[in-house]
């Protein structure tokens, strides 16, 4: 146990330069990337933004009229100026560096360009719906996946485990924000049947409900959303499962098991079945966190779910660079903790598992 948590220690210690290199490499970047919030202004003044979402608020609108324009159609020298002084440009690089890792220490990320909005209260704001999205997604997906994958492996080479691999594959093959259309289209209120809501994450009498009729109505809000991304996501789990299982059939210490007489069953839930699904735990985050963090994006969109997908797409148009470092850095540090509880989780599988050995 003391191991185990010098262990954790020493993960949890190591976030610190991992998250500040993140952060460090994200900052240098921005800085060479054309089109920076002042320029997204002027583009707006002259009618040629190619805006996405959101728009801009708070002080921003005020000094953006017609009147900042030069003839020529630029920003006139005295609102580039105010514009830089109000976003931090006018301070130099090295000093907007530091204090942004002392803001970041401290979980202030700043103000929206955009949106007039503290960026840690947007994230807030959104988190619910991208962690709704992808918790339901990945258990689903891992309810689904191990047991099939186990049962593919039993009964290899049979009729059940080829017509498996073309069903799978083929929900593999089409993309999400696809059936998510067709789910729409069929379920919605397209051209069939309307039995599910087409947008949000709840109804808009929400607050009136009683908590059980909350409770289905969040539910019954998600079932087309999340049913669009599982049906492409347990492809790779369910084959992943299977060839865990059946590499560790083939292994010696299964044939000693058979021949001190275990049955089939004894021998597959308690042997193979804990060494073969190490595997597929290790890739538990990086399952939960593409979820969470990419995969969503166009369901979000499709659905009208406001989430952390389509806010760090609506930075990444508009150049609100706060948004971008926030959520980057929350990204980050989410999924490196997620990394550290699925090396936890190893020895909830197996036990043998041994810290004091185990390399950071």
Do not use: C
């Not at 002042?38 to 005020?62: P, R, V, Y």
């Not at 009229?65 to 109000?86: H, I, N, R, Y």
């Not at 990320?109 to 719906?129: A, C, H, N, T």
Request: net charge negative; glycine share 8%.
């Amino acid at each position: 146990m003391t191991a185990m948590w010098s262990y954790i220690l020493r993960r949890l210690l190591l976030m610190v330069p991992t998250l500040i290199g993140i952060v460090t490499v994200s900052f240098i970047i921005i800085q060479f990337v054309p089109g920076g919030p002042i320029e997204q202004i002027a583009a707006k003044l002259a009618g040629s933004q190619l805006d996405a979402t959101a728009t801009i608020s708070g002080s921003t609108d005020t000094g953006a009229t017609s009147g900042g324009l030069s003839a020529t159609g630029e920003l006139d020298p005295e609102m580039v100026a105010e514009l830089e002084k109000l976003y931090g440009f006018d301070r130099p690089i090295h000093e907007r560096y530091f204090k942004m890792l002392w803001d970041f220490a401290r979980f202030d990320f700043g103000d929206s360009y955009y949106k007039g909005q503290r960026v840690i209260d947007l994230i807030v704001e959104r988190l619910p719906v991208s962690i709704s999205l992808g918790l339901w997604t990945t258990l689903i997906t891992y309810l689904v996946a191990i047991p099939l994958g186990i049962r593919k492996a039993v009964r290899a080479g049979t009729r059940f485990d080829a017509w498996t691999s073309f069903a799978v594959t083929l929900g593999y093959a089409i993309p999400g924000f696809l059936f998510a259309v067709l789910l729409v289209v069929l379920f919605a209120g397209g051209n069939f049947w309307s039995i599910f809501p087409a947008q949000g994450l709840v109804s808009e009498n929400w607050h009136e409900l009683s908590w059980p009729a909350r409770i289905l109505d969040y539910l019954w809000h998600m079932v087309l959303p999340v049913t669009a991304l599982v049906i492409g996501a347990f492809a790779s789990l369910t084959m992943l499962t299977k060839n865990s299982i059946l590499d560790e059939i083939n292994k010696q210490y299964v044939v000693t098991a058979r021949a001190k007489g275990q049955t089939e069953r004894g021998v597959l839930y308690g042997h193979v079945f804990r060494n073969a699904m190490l595997i597929v735990i290790a890739g538990f985050p990086a399952a939960f966190i593409g979820v969470l963090f990419t995969s969503s994006l166009l369901i979000e969109v499709i659905f009208s779910l406001d989430g952390l997908g389509l806010l760090g797409f609506e930075a990444t148009i508009n150049r609100d660079y706060p948004v971008m470092l926030g959520s980057l850095f929350i990204f980050s540090l989410l999924g490196l903790v997620a990394n550290l509880l699925g090396d936890i989780t190893y020895t909830l599988v197996d036990p043998r598992i041994d810290f004091e050995r185990r390399d950071v």
